[in-house]
């Protein structure tokens, strides 16, 4: 069983929130109207979790009030929020708050996110996911086609070359002379627009010229 104190500045909110939580699994160690007038209750009570009730226009009084009180620092914080919003969300995770979570959880939903936080997880609703997940890092553009195909014998060579061969190794491998890898490598720069070996290989690679 966890014990949750309440902090909410609508009475009617906090009867809601005692009617919603009433379980087994979860004792109700108190209820106050906000942070000043808790001040050593807290102490007394020793709740598991301090569930705390935010409306859409005390957003910021109440999360500064939090960070100046450092309750979170001190007892397992979890806020409910009528309007959550990705600032709200990063600057109450930053103060301590182990969740942020939508008016609109189920009774199930609350009473799981209140037992992860008081052993130790932090929780985010799946409709907050994307706010606290950085960005994606945009695709690589596709490589653009090639003007002109390599031949069968040139991807051979190029495969050859992102193994570190020379043009002896491959002379030597291929059955043909140095002067035609010398050949068919200036044929391979050309095509794939390339003024090096390995640029020639890097490219070979985004194209899937080249297995690795």
């Not at 050593?40 to 020793?46: F, K, N």
């Not at 301090?50 to 960070?67: F, K, P, Q, S, T």
């Not at 397992?76 to 969300?89: G, N, Y």
Request: aromatic share 2%; net charge negative.
């Amino acid at each position: 069983m966890i014990r949750v104190f309440i902090v909410a500045a609508s009475p009617l909110i906090r009867a809601g929130l005692q009617s919603m939580l009433a379980d087994s699994r979860v004792d109700i160690a108190g209820s106050a109207v906000d942070f000043e007038t808790i001040s050593g209750r807290l102490v007394d009570v020793e709740p598991d979790v301090v569930l705390v009730e935010i409306g859409a226009d005390a957003h910021e009084d109440l999360l500064n009030a939090l960070e100046d009180a450092e309750i979170a620092r001190e007892y397992v914080v979890v806020v409910l929020s009528e309007q959550p919003r990705a600032d709200l969300l990063s600057k109450a995770l930053r103060a301590g708050v182990r969740a942020v979570l939508p008016r609109e959880v189920t009774p199930e939903q609350l009473r799981a996110a209140l037992e992860a936080a008081a052993a130790g997880l932090v929780v985010v609703h799946p409709s907050e996911v994307n706010d606290v997940l950085p960005a994606p890092a945009a695709l690589s553009p596709p490589a653009r086609e090639l003007p002109e195909p390599l031949t069968p014998r040139e991807r051979e060579v190029l495969q050859m070359i992102s193994g570190g061969l020379g043009n002896k190794e491959i002379a030597g491998r291929l059955l043909i002379s140095e002067h035609t890898v010398k050949f068919h490598v200036a044929s391979i720069l050309g095509k794939l627009g390339a003024s090096t070996r390995t640029e020639a290989v890097s490219i070979g690679i985004r194209h899937g010229l080249v297995l690795l």
